[in-house]
């Protein structure tokens, strides 16, 4: 009957515009929470940068301060390789380099030569803990592509110059040649000059 075909046709729009509207109210919810988390956890990794960059510059502060101690009767600002070799072997600066995210393992590894930048023999205290700085934390790939790269682009340089440099010998070379040609074809035509006045 009209009646029973009238009341299921409300009926399921009825239905439908409140399930329509429970998960919109849903999504809403959702998506606010959602949100909420998103800047929550932003405040939480400024926190934790700020925290982390106290925390680095304080240990960083302590390793300078601990390197000075152990260097109190050596002369000038900079490090020579056994100096660096005793400071190395210091278990506070082991523990400071520890706390700063370097490894025991990596520690052994570490050689006078990565610090020594300038490959003038020594290294500063400055230099030291850039060179710490820069180990902190586990290698990436990226670290190592980064790497790769570099020493593409300074090899691709070393062939440019060696390149240039050749070129450069050869057309040194070639104009001693010709000049000694020159020189000989002068001497050569000279009594001819002579015996023509």
């Avoid at 050596?74 to 506070?92: H, I, L, N, W, Y």
Wanted: with cysteine; glycine share 6%.
């Amino acid at each position: 009957t009209w009646d029973g075909w009238r009341f299921y046709v409300v009926y399921t729009f009825g239905m439908m515009a409140t399930i329509f509207m429970l998960f919109n109210v849903i999504t809403a919810l959702f998506v606010e929470s959602t949100m909420q988390g998103l800047k929550y956890n932003e405040v939480q990794k400024k926190f934790q940068r700020q925290y982390e960059r106290r925390y680095v510059r304080k240990k960083c502060d302590e390793l300078v301060f601990r390197i000075q101690e152990l260097r109190k009767g050596s002369k000038g600002a900079t490090m020579s390789p056994q100096e660096f070799e005793d400071v190395m072997k210091d278990k506070r600066v082991c523990l400071l380099m520890a706390d700063l995210d370097i490894t025991f393992e990596s520690q052994a590894g570490l050689s006078f030569e990565m610090f020594d930048g300038d490959c003038d023999g020594e290294v500063s205290v400055l230099d030291f803990v850039q060179a710490i700085v820069q180990l902190r934390g586990e290698p990436q790939k990226a670290d190592i592509v980064a790497q790769q790269f570099a020493m593409r682009a300074m090899r691709d340089r070393m062939v440019e110059f060696e390149m240039l440099l050749i070129s450069e010998v050869r057309a040194s070379r070639f104009k001693a040649g010709v000049g000694a040609l020159v020189q000989q074809g002068k001497s050569a035509s000279a009594p001819f000059d002579s015996r023509r006045r």
